[in-house]
């Protein structure tokens, strides 16, 4: 990668143009940030009411996905599967891949969650096209989109991760290189695979207290100043009151939502078993969210777990 496209990333008034595929609730804030950084993003979605709301927020829109790409310094994908953004690099039926559309040495940055292989071919097809890759998958949900202060977790190059961290940093806090292609997916793999685990022995413990006399007041002030402390208690703490902006107090509106939970620990189970790493814990939390997102928790916060396992609990 050249310096003059380095810089171009970092300086809003000289970015290259940045197309910007898939706009929904994660998409749509993490594209508007960039356009009010100095960023020219040119947005596509599939839903039409995604496209209006960017267009709303003053994104720039195109027609299909090649329209948006046609002339692009930065490719960024914000997909739902590794199977999607395949697809929209290889191409469908008579619709063309973004790779062939695309202008020769584009930079191409997924920043959906995909498994690790996926994520792998992705990037060894960009290459081969004779493109660049990065993959970036973001934790913070939309809150954090909103916000700008997402953690993205990066596999990519070290001159790839130098030109691409000036856009990250605009839609983010934290931006950590992790390794080469393939890494940033990993790092997001084992992080929510803690994160879900954690959630479920929180919730847990909340409904144990409940049954055995603690407010959750008592067990909130000893639990995070103690060795059960961890973001699922502190951040989003699972019942209303102790941590007033979690989604516990808004009855489980996401955040986070069950059903990306349930996938992303089905990509840890994957990977897992892929690996034959002798785990217990996730499996039985990607058992335990698969349930919780068919029955009713998929568009609730994955925090509302608790309410499951209170429900299912000996009265």
């Not at 097809?125 to 993959?135: E, S």
Request: charged fraction near 15%.
């Amino acid at each position: 990668m050249s310096e003059p496209f380095a810089s171009a990333l970092g300086a809003a008034e000289q970015t290259a143009p940045v197309a910007f595929l898939g706009l929904g609730h994660m998409g749509g804030p993490m594209a508007v940030r960039l356009v009010n950084a100095g960023y020219s993003v040119t947005g596509f979605d599939v839903m039409p009411a995604a496209l209006e709301t960017a267009k709303a927020n003053g994104i720039a829109t195109a027609g299909s996905a090649a329209a948006a790409v046609a002339g692009a310094g930065v490719v960024l994908t914000m997909l739902p599967s590794g199977k999607h953004l395949l697809d929209a690099y290889r191409g469908t039926g008579d619709q063309p891949g973004l790779l062939a559309a695309a202008a020769p040495n584009t930079l191409f940055l997924d920043c959906s969650t995909i498994n690790v292989k996926e994520a792998r071919e992705a990037a060894e097809l960009a290459v081969t096209a004779g493109h660049r890759a990065v993959d970036a998958p973001v934790s913070g949900g939309v809150v954090g989109a909103e916000a700008g202060t997402l953690t993205f977790m990066v596999g990519a190059l070290p001159e790839d991760f130098k030109a691409v961290s000036p856009m990250l940093e605009v839609m983010g806090r934290r931006v950590v290189h992790c390794g080469d292609h393939g890494a940033g997916q990993a790092a997001k793999i084992c992080n929510n695979m803690i994160l879900g685990i954690s959630m479920i022995a929180v919730s847990e413990a909340f409904v144990l207290g409940e049954k055995l006399g603690l407010t959750h007041q008592a067990l909130f002030d000893v639990a995070s100043a103690a060795s059960g402390q961890c973001w699922a208690l502190t951040t989003n703490c699972p019942v209303p009151g102790p941590v007033p902006a979690s989604p516990a107090n808004r009855d489980y509106q996401p955040g986070f939502a069950g059903a990306l939970m349930a996938k992303d620990l089905k990509l840890a189970l994957n990977a897992l078993e892929s690996t034959g790493v002798a785990a217990q814990l996730g499996p039985l939390a990607s058992a335990i969210y698969d349930d919780f997102a068919a029955e009713g928790g998929a568009g609730r916060d994955f925090s509302g777990i608790i309410t499951d396992i209170r429900d299912k609990s000996a009265h």
